[in-house]
């Protein structure tokens, strides 16, 4: 089963109605709460990786979903946020439209297999248009966690 995403974005760890209008607004905005929800002294650096990152290739993959990533080796296991914004972000992702959904994680070294695991099973997940409306849609950080968990739920029951 691995690590849970309804584990990993805790309701604290979800930022609703982004104030971000580019991808490096959208990065600092999400960096900022991942360093408070995880109690982190490096935010400096994490941001350079996540920056570092993303000028290879966009992480936005599509449908308005763009998952950021790094590996670091400031962090242990794999943390993460999830951002939503009302507008859409202007993110250069590979299909060209608005990104609405970020998921970001930050993984150590160590971690590559789990982080690869969760990377795989957030792109599951996004491939279904539901869980991208619905997500955006939720009022709240609790109600963006509940559809997370409930469309997590229907995926594992799917896995053999």
């Known amino acids: 089963m691995g690590l849970q995403l309804q584990q990993l974005?805790?309701?604290?760890?979800?930022?609703?109605?982004?104030e971000a209008e580019d991808k490096a607004e959208a990065f600092e905005?999400?960096?900022d709460l991942l360093v408070?929800?995880?109690?982190?002294?490096?935010?400096?650096?994490i941001l350079d990786a996540i920056n570092?990152?993303?000028a290879k290739m966009s992480t936005g993959i599509k449908r308005g979903v763009a998952i950021p990533h790094a590996k670091t080796n400031f962090?242990?296991?794999?943390?993460?946020?999830?951002?939503?914004?009302?507008?859409?972000?202007?993110?250069?992702?590979?299909d060209g439209e608005p990104v609405r959904l970020l998921f970001l994680l930050v993984s150590s070294e160590e971690d590559a297999g789990t982080h690869l695991s969760v990377l795989k099973k957030i792109a599951l997940?996004?491939?279904?248009?539901?869980?991208?409306r619905?997500?955006?849609a939720a009022a709240d950080p609790e109600?963006?966690?509940k559809v997370l968990a409930n469309y997590e739920e229907l995926l594992d029951s799917r896995e053999p």
């Open 9 to 18: 974005f805790v309701p604290g760890r979800i930022k609703c109605h982004l």
């Open 29 to 31: 905005e999400l960096v």
């Open 36 to 45: 408070t929800q995880y109690d982190l002294r490096c935010r400096d650096d």
């Open 52 to 54: 570092r990152r993303e």
């Open 75 to 94: 962090t242990r296991g794999v943390i993460g946020v999830l951002g939503i914004s009302d507008r859409g972000i202007d993110y250069e992702s590979l």
């Open 125 to 132: 997940l996004v491939e279904n248009a539901d869980f991208i």
């Open 134 to 136: 619905e997500a955006g």
């Open 143 to 145: 109600a963006v966690h």
